[in-house]
């Protein structure tokens, strides 16, 4: 079964500290999203990109977040410094966006997540 | 912006059926999905349906879509204890393939 991958599982770090989030999404899936869950605001979007390509990062801090994809297989959400309103279950999802019949589009599908603590 | 509502709490009894209810207030949506989270886990894809469909039945599962009302549910047929977990209603549009999200029904099913 494809899975996504996220790395770390976990992740507990003092305020200040840089923390960097990866993600593998699945092979042939175009499009990846991060989003963040928490229990006062529920799962809210970060950033999405396309063909590696970002296209929306509304709803990403820009001051301290940034998001990329180096490459097809790797995608990264960093935080730099993380504040304690940062602790949230995160979030990488993929999915398959093409032209065409709509049933041609695979939905997305979710990591296991990073939860982070920080202190 | 898009709206996504849903009860946060739904119990039944092992063998019922569960109804979870969804409504959204984007007529534009073309996708619709639910997603199951258990305790310390990701989201799990449990099914999806596209707006020119009125129902898709997967097994124990079975979507209704009004799209007139925009109003999604979600059927689970012989409730097992097992089924027990939040259970999230999702929409996307064809421009904005981003989720968003229901606050999440917790389903608990009692033995």
């Known amino acids: 079964d494809a899975r996504v991958t996220q790395t770390p599982r976990h992740k507990v770090t003092e305020m200040g500290q840089e923390v960097t989030m990866r993600c593998q999404p699945i092979l042939g899936h175009n499009t990846v999203f991060w989003y963040r869950q928490t229990m006062m605001q529920g799962l809210e979007l970060l950033a999405y990109f396309r063909n590696r390509a970002p296209l929306d990062d509304s709803g990403m801090p820009k001051d301290r977040f940034s998001a990329e994809m180096p490459d097809a297989t790797l995608a990264t959400l960093k935080i730099q410094p993380s504040e304690p309103r940062d602790s949230a279950v995160y979030f990488c999802?993929?999915?398959?966006?093409?032209?065409?019949?709509?049933?041609?589009?695979?939905?997305?599908?979710f990591g296991d997540g990073t939860r982070l603590s920080i202190l | 912006g898009e709206d996504v509502e849903q009860s946060l709490f739904l119990s039944v009894r092992e063998g019922d059926s569960s109804v979870i209810n969804c409504t959204y207030t984007d007529s534009s949506s073309t996708y619709l999905y639910w997603y199951k989270q258990e305790p310390g886990a990701g989201l799990q894809l449990l099914t999806y349906?596209?707006?020119?469909?009125d129902m898709k039945q997967d097994q124990r599962l079975t979507v209704l879509l009004n799209k007139k009302d925009k109003h999604l549910s979600l059927r689970i047929a012989d409730t097992q204890t097992g089924d027990s977990a939040i259970y999230f209603c999702?929409?996307?549009?064809?421009?904005?393939?981003?989720?968003?999200f229901g606050s999440g029904t917790r389903l608990q099913v009692q033995p």
């Open positions: 349906i596209f707006s020119n469909m």
């Open positions: 999802a993929s999915g398959l966006v093409i032209r065409g019949p709509t049933s041609n589009n695979q939905p997305q599908h």
């Open positions: 999702a929409e996307s549009t064809a421009g904005r393939r981003a989720l968003t």
